[in-house]
Antibody, heavy 117, light 106 residues
Framework: QVQLVESGGGAVQPGGSLRLSCVASGFTFSSYGMHWVRQAPGKGLEWVAFIRYDGSNEYYADSVKGRFTISRDNSKNTLHLQMNSLRAEDTAVYYC??????????WGQGILVTVSS | DIQMTQSPFTLSASVGDRVTITCRASQNINSWLAWYQQKPGKAPQLLIYKASSLESGVPSRFSGSGSGTEFTLTINSLQPDDFATYYCQQYNSYPYIFGQGTKLEI
């Protein structure tokens, strides 16, 4: 059974940094691409980033390009999202997602990131 | 970037109704479209991929159609569990934009 568990969220001041992690189980992590998707309070879904199964390519939303970095450690079944230069508009629940090809077929429970002074 | 426009924003319906949600892409995305259902406080769940392919375990009352720039999600015989928010997402090219969502309410 696929399980994705996010951690590392919390409150941070504008301009600060945070690193999210997503530990995967129940499938061969190293064979699947992975996404990060976020949802601001009361708003819709926003795709954030994608990384290929082997980490060879990364893709980002324009809103986070140059500030966020997606990475993975296949030896630890873990996906990361390094978030720098955080802004108030980055406040959201962040979900990691397992991709079949690129379609998100499984989601974590989400982790809240709050950017506020 | 490809923009995705869903309509309507809110849809009122009753148990047993048939409803249709529309998603329009700003350019041709072939059939590279997915539909997700999200309930309050929960993560989304995949319903449809490649515009019309039903994800395993999803009830057959859900169906998707369309290609190019115009797509629809149809739910036949609405059940109480179907009242949720629905999102389309294009995956033809990065960034993989979501539609703004359609809230289906009683």
């Amino acid at each position: 059974q696929v399980q994705l568990v996010e951690s590392g969220g919390g409150a941070v001041q504008p301009g600060g940094s945070l690193r999210l992690s997503c530990v995967a189980s129940g499938f061969t992590f190293s064979s699947y691409g992975m996404h990060w998707v976020r949802q601001a309070p009361g708003k819709g879904l926003e795709w954030v980033a994608f990384i290929r199964y082997d980490g060879s390519n990364e893709y980002y939303a324009d809103s986070v390009k140059g500030r966020f970095t997606i990475s993975r450690d296949n030896s630890k079944n873990t996906l990361h999202l390094q978030m720098n230069s955080l802004r108030a508009e980055d406040t959201a629940v962040y979900y990691c997602g397992k991709a079949r090809v690129v379609v998100i077929t499984a989601w974590g429970q989400g982790i809240l990131v709050t950017v506020s002074s | 970037d490809i923009q995705m426009t869903q309509s309507p924003f809110t849809l009122s319906a009753s148990v047993g109704d048939r409803v249709t949600i529309t998603c329009r892409a700003s350019q041709n995305i072939n059939s590279w479209l997915a539909w997700y259902q999200q309930k309050p406080g929960k993560a989304p769940q995949l319903l449809i991929y490649k515009a019309s392919s039903l994800e395993s375990g999803v009830p057959s009352r859900f169906s998707g159609s369309g290609s190019g720039t115009e797509f629809t999600l149809t739910i036949n015989s609405l059940q109480p569990d179907d009242f949720a928010t629905y999102y389309c997402q294009q995956y033809n090219s990065y960034p993989y934009i979501f539609g703004q969502g359609t809230k289906l309410e009683i």
